[in-house]
């Protein structure tokens, strides 16, 4: 059995990928969302073609029917097809899950422990994981963690400098996330300049609407931007990411924010968002480009705080062979990645101005021949790995 199905779950969605790792290819694809609500959408995308329906969807269980159902129309039949495994993503698996782990009941009481650390990913997480096993009752479900990758950091790295008892108790520490896209970039980077793994270091920036900057030293993270929670670090499309911690102490005691309003701000209304209006990396370059003055801001704080990272990151690795760009707006913007990177020159990076602007299927390079660092932008596919992960649980299990 070579079948897996990697379900990424959120509070009111199901995205999940059929791959066939005999060959690594996807076999369907889809979404079910608005779970919960008056009109939810299943969309699917098979061998036969793809399907699109609008009904109620009253729970994640009810959503792996319409999953099951997609299926069975336009294919592949998961109701005919032996799966091998389906593979979870699961956002915090805090200090304890240092890889990818077949679930049962004791780790799924883990996953729910430490949705303090996670309360906007890790109980939708565990949602999809109970309606999978519910649709697929005896086949293995392995959860793969965005933190797994960072365990490696060590200790100066994931340590914050508040008192150590109280960080201890509460499990206050740098985890990181993004995980699966940096692990996946950093071994596609390596493969892209015909490197060994563990003689590459690597720049990874993926840059979406959530956004980290990873240093890989030979295959191993030893540093990331996010922190305790994927908040800190770079600019996202409604997160703030770096902030003076004092910030939030003046404005409860200034502006009479309480802690919820603390935490919707910064979450949901700062990022892209606060500053221009908009979340949208695509809509913001078009806006600069006309001259709005929000616009232009926005897009020179982003880039400001990636090229922050990448020089923190250069210095912490001592020699960088590749930086690679990353998600949408790493993979699709031009005009941040030469942002982000010109003028350092001196650094051994040099940006090609045409090949920057010619986009490819796979993996290219954007820097110049004589860049002593390749500048590279890498597609991500978080459920590949996933799914490849998945398959290295059940050989470990």
């Known amino acids: 059995m070579s079948i897996v199905l990697v379900v990424n779950s959120g509070s009111s969605s199901i995205k999940y990928q059929i791959l066939d790792m005999a060959?690594?290819?996807v076999l369907g694809r889809g979404l079910v969302e608005r779970i919960g609500g008056a009109a939810g959408l299943a969309t699917h995308i098979g061998p036969l073609g793809t399907s699109r329906r609008e009904a109620v969807i009253a729970s994640h269980t009810a959503g792996f029917e319409a999953v099951l159902d997609a299926c069975a129309s336009r294919g592949p039949d998961l109701g005919a097809i032996p799966l091998a495994a389906v593979g979870h993503r699961v956002v915090q698996g805090g200090a304890r899950f240092r890889g990818p782990t077949v679930i049962d009941t004791t780790v799924e009481a883990a996953i729910e422990d430490l949705s303090p650390l996670a309360p906007l990913h890790n109980p939708p997480n565990l949602v999809g994981i109970r309606a999978a096993t519910a649709a697929f009752p005896r086949v293995p479900q392995v959860a793969v963690?965005?933190?797994?990758?960072?365990?490696?950091?060590p200790p100066e790295a994931f340590t914050y400098a508040i008192e150590s008892a109280l960080a201890e108790t509460h499990g206050i520490r740098r985890y990181g996330f993004h995980g699966t896209s940096h692990k996946y970039v950093s071994e596609q980077a390596a493969a892209f300049l015909g490197q060994p793994l563990d003689r590459v270091n690597t720049i990874v920036l993926h840059i979406g609407n959530g956004a980290s900057a990873c240093a890989v030293q030979g295959g191993v993270s030893i540093d990331t931007s996010m922190g305790m929670t994927p908040l800190?670090?770079?600019?996202?499309?409604?997160?703030?990411?770096?902030?003076?911690?004092?910030?939030?102490?003046?404005?409860?005691?200034?502006?009479g924010l309480d802690v919820d309003a603390l935490d919707d701000l910064l979450n949901r209304r700062s990022g892209l968002l606060g500053l221009a209006g908009n979340s949208d990396m695509r809509d913001i370059e078009a806006a600069a480009a006309q001259g709005d003055g929000r616009a232009r801001l926005a897009l020179d704080v982003s880039c400001h705080r990636l090229r922050h990272y990448v020089g923190a990151y250069y210095a912490q690795l001592g020699h960088v062979d590749a930086i690679a760009f990353t998600a949408g707006?790493?993979?699709?913007?031009?005009?941040?990645?030469?942002?982000t990177l010109t003028g350092l020159e001196r650094l051994g990076i040099a940006i090609d101005a045409q090949r920057n602007g010619e986009p490819?299927?796979?993996a290219w390079r954007i820097s110049t021949d004589a860049s002593d660092v390749a500048v590279l932008v890498v597609p991500t596919n978080e459920e590949l790995e996933i799914a490849r992960q998945t398959l290295a649980a059940l050989t470990m299990a």
């Open 23 to 25: 060959d690594e290819s």
């Open 145 to 153: 963690f965005d933190t797994a990758f960072h365990h490696t950091m």
């Open 232 to 255: 800190e670090g770079l600019v996202m499309g409604t997160r703030s990411g770096d902030l003076d911690p004092a910030i939030l102490i003046h404005l409860q005691r200034r502006a």
């Open 329 to 339: 707006v790493g993979e699709n913007s031009a005009g941040v990645r030469a942002k």
């Open 360 to 362: 490819s299927s796979g």
